[in-house]
């Protein structure tokens, strides 16, 4: 009887065991953003709960955004932003809090979410016609500034027009500037090509 009292508190302390192994040597802790904080250990990222238990594992494609001395990635609204190279160029999409990836990565930019809401850098393939003699598509691409809910649809569009872009890993060495912010939970200011900045009400969801 007392072996096997033994052999059930050593089951029980098994997970809380493998637990602060997991925990221990961590290079940076950061603080909580919606219920969760990110924590980096050998250049990886993982997100622990209040409860200090990692629910998303270490990995390495989690965008870090700077807060001071030091950058790391943030939940909001229950969205976290991640990259994926493409040939060369840098691809953004979002994860939910299970580690899933519920927006693919396809926007040349992206924010943080905000309040239900992120600005991207939409890109666009418009087909022009073919080239009979290498017998390929003839393409352009271009991207347009929108605001997306948490499912990924454009709920507001803030581009006056179509920004042509070159598709190539020499012309996108760095993913192209936003050029917009959110600036209160009912505003967004832009940027415009004259560094002169405007302020728009953002769209009810329902319009």
């Given at each position: 009887?007392?072996?096997?009292?033994?052999?059930?508190?050593?089951?029980?302390?098994?997970?809380?065991?493998?637990?602060?192994?997991?925990?221990?040597?961590?290079?940076?802790?950061?603080?909580?953003?919606?219920?969760?904080?990110?924590?980096?250990?050998?250049?990886?990222?993982?997100?622990?709960?209040?409860?200090?238990?990692?629910?998303?594992?270490?990995?390495?494609?989690?965008?870090?955004?700077?807060?001071?001395?030091?950058?790391?990635?943030?939940?909001?609204?229950?969205?976290?932003?991640?990259?994926?190279?493409?040939?060369?160029?840098?691809?953004?999409?979002?994860?939910?809090?299970?580690?899933?990836?519920?927006?693919?990565?396809?926007?040349?930019?992206?924010?943080?979410?905000?309040?239900?809401?992120?600005?991207?850098?939409?890109?666009?393939?418009?087909?022009?016609?073919?080239?009979?003699?290498?017998d390929k598509k003839v393409?352009?691409?271009?991207?347009?500034?929108?605001?997306?809910?948490?499912?990924?649809?454009?709920?507001?569009?803030?581009?006056?027009?179509?920004?042509?872009?070159?598709?190539?890993?020499?012309?996108?060495?760095?993913?192209?500037?936003?050029?917009?912010?959110?600036?209160?939970?009912?505003?967004?200011?832009?940027?415009?090509?004259?560094?002169?900045?405007?302020?728009?009400?953002?769209?009810?969801?329902?319009?």
């Open positions: 009887m007392k072996k096997l009292i033994v052999l059930l508190v050593t089951v029980l302390m098994l997970p809380l065991t493998l637990m602060s192994q997991n925990l221990k040597n961590i290079d940076f802790i950061s603080p909580f953003y919606d219920g969760l904080a990110a924590i980096e250990k050998n250049g990886e990222w993982a997100f622990i709960n209040e409860s200090g238990d990692i629910i998303i594992d270490y990995r390495t494609d989690l965008v870090t955004r700077s807060f001071g001395d030091k950058g790391y990635p943030i939940f909001n609204s229950g969205r976290c932003l991640i990259v994926k190279k493409k040939q060369g160029i840098s691809y953004f999409g979002f994860i939910d809090k299970k580690g899933k990836t519920v927006i693919e990565p396809q926007f040349l930019n992206a924010t943080d979410f905000n309040n239900g809401m992120a600005i991207v850098l939409q890109l666009h393939e418009n087909i022009l016609g073919e080239n009979d003699v290498l393409v352009e691409y271009s991207y347009t500034k929108n605001v997306i809910n948490s499912s990924g649809e454009a709920i507001m569009y803030l581009s006056e027009k179509p920004n042509h872009v070159t598709l190539s890993k020499e012309y996108l060495r760095v993913p192209p500037k936003i050029g917009a912010k959110f600036i209160s939970q009912k505003l967004i200011a832009i940027k415009n090509d004259s560094n002169k900045w405007t302020i728009i009400q953002i769209d009810e969801p329902n319009q």
